[in-house]
């Protein structure tokens, strides 16, 4: 899998918006980007991906740079359950291959009230 | 709760002995995953299942290791011969195989402690 980079820690502060960088210099073409979070003592939960566009969900907008070599996880409006470790994620669509997530260690996102 | 399940949530066992994790896939989805986290890292791929199938396996999945899904619904991870090391959580996750890049969704985990 390719490797993405992001950074240990990030703080925000609560009610404001959150921009997570993604850096993934060696992505394919057919690569899409994931993102994952973690609370604590929880199993991950997905967020959103996307493959070129930006994308949208009820959690989260997925800003994605044109040349694909990073990407963007905003949350609009942060609250202290957004507290979390964010994962970026690269993960190819083989139809039959190993599809598992590759887990970097993330950003530690610390939300002040 | 259609979300997927784990149990046990917390076990607690003594070096040397087996311990057996069971998990229940969200409905009808067709892959099935396992990792494990240790504290200050993000999960690591142990093997996956496709259907009844296991399709690939991990380096970090030792011969003490095993993991079953023996009807293509739910799943079994076996530690046998525990080590202090083998403390971890295990999660399992699971996912429906589809075109548009399949989302992989994540219990709770079981944590295990091997003293």
């Known amino acids: 899998d390719a490797k993405t980079t992001q950074p240990n820690s990030m703080e925000s502060n609560e009610e404001e918006p959150v921009h997570l960088p993604c850096n993934h210099s060696t992505i394919s073409g057919t690569d899409y980007i994931h993102w994952y979070r973690q609370l604590p003592s929880q199993g991950p939960e997905y967020v959103i991906h996307?493959?070129?566009s930006n994308v949208n969900n009820r959690m989260a907008s997925l800003a994605i740079a044109e040349d694909r070599k990073s990407s963007t996880l905003i949350l609009h409006r942060a609250t202290l359950r957004d507290a979390a470790v964010y994962y970026c994620?690269?993960?190819?669509?083989?139809?039959?291959?190993?599809?598992?997530?590759?887990f970097g260690k993330g950003t530690h996102l610390i939300i002040q009230p | 709760d259609t979300g997927v399940s784990q149990n046990p949530r917390h076990k607690i066992t003594k070096r040397g002995q087996n311990v057996t994790f069971r998990c229940d896939p969200i409905s009808e989805h067709n892959r099935l995953y396992w990792y494990r986290q240790t504290l200050g890292q993000g999960p690591e791929f142990l093997t996956y299942?496709?259907?009844?199938?296991?399709?690939?396996k991990s380096r970090l999945l030792s011969d003490r290791f095993s993991a079953e899904r023996p009807k293509g619904s739910f799943s079994t991870l076996e530690i046998q011969r525990t080590e202090q090391g083998d403390s971890a959580m295990y999660l399992c996750?699971?996912?429906?195989?589809?075109?548009?890049?399949?989302?992989?969704?994540f219990g709770e985990g079981s944590w295990l402690t091997v003293v």
């Open positions: 996307g493959l070129t």
């Open positions: 996750a699971s996912s429906l195989l589809q075109s548009s890049g399949n989302t992989i969704y």
């Open positions: 299942f496709q259907n009844e199938a296991q399709l690939e």
């Open positions: 994620i690269l993960r190819g669509y083989s139809g039959g291959g190993a599809d598992g997530l590759t």
